[in-house]
């Protein structure tokens, strides 16, 4: 689905990465792992978009993805390390911007699914750290993007938090979607196939 060539990234003239090389498949939980400044963020927002390598280009399902931005866009899930919900909005009503064509119930379900049930109707505001994190984590549970792109996504959460959503992984690889992240911590062995890339400042293919 995914496909990364020879990405180079360079910030404040220091190489994070050179050479790199992967390819993410439809069914695959792939982890960028590596020391903290290794470019893991940067990484991730390259492959995203959001962001443009120094050299080497990346491909969805075979096009450059600056020449199906649209159609890349429509099909990726990105949640980036900050939660990136609107605090003067309530968890509901959070989930319903990203979301509009789904009913209450299932924003409902899904905010329950990461332990908000309860929380529907509190303003973001209002709520710690971890709670605003799992709000933006419902969003998992409730949308039809192909690939996930997610920094960090178990920053805050409790082990219970941790379990739910490496199972949500495994139901979204399992009806052949991708999820790509970094994470501090190893995953445990999941029912689908699950893969680690190093980030070292040397040339690296996997």
């Known amino acids: 689905m995914l496909d990364a060539q020879k990405l180079t990234c360079v910030r404040d003239e220091r190489v994070l990465f050179s050479a790199l090389s ?5 069914g695959e939980v792939v982890q960028i792992v590596g020391a903290n400044g ?18 080497g280009h990346v491909r969805w399902r ?12 429509r099909e990726l899930l990105w949640l980036g390390h900050q939660p990136g919900v609107k ?8 989930l319903r911007f990203f979301h509009p064509s789904c009913s209450q119930d299932a924003r409902w379900q899904a905010l329950a699914c990461v332990g908000m049930a309860g929380y529907e109707d509190v303003p973001v505001a209002q709520m710690s750290a971890g709670q605003q994190r799992r ?5 998992l549970w409730l949308s039809r993007a192909s690939l996930w792109v997610l920094d960090e996504p178990f920053t805050a959460l409790d082990v219970a938090g941790v ?12 009806q052949g979607g991708s999820v790509l992240l970094t994470s501090h911590q190893a995953l445990r062995p999941l029912s689908c196939p699950l893969r680690n890339i190093a980030l070292t400042q040397e040339e690296a293919t996997q």
């Open 22 to 26: 992967f390819s993410v498949a439809a």
């Open 87 to 94: 605090n003067v909005m309530t968890a509901d009503e959070n």
């Open 62 to 73: 075979g096009e450059l993805i600056n020449r199906v931005r649209e159609d890349f866009h």
């Open 135 to 139: 709000v933006a984590l419902a969003r």
């Open 38 to 55: 290794a470019g893991k963020t940067s990484l991730l927002r390259i492959l995203s978009g959001l962001a443009s390598p120094q050299a």
């Open 163 to 174: 379990e739910k959503l490496t199972r949500c992984f495994e139901r979204h690889a399992g």
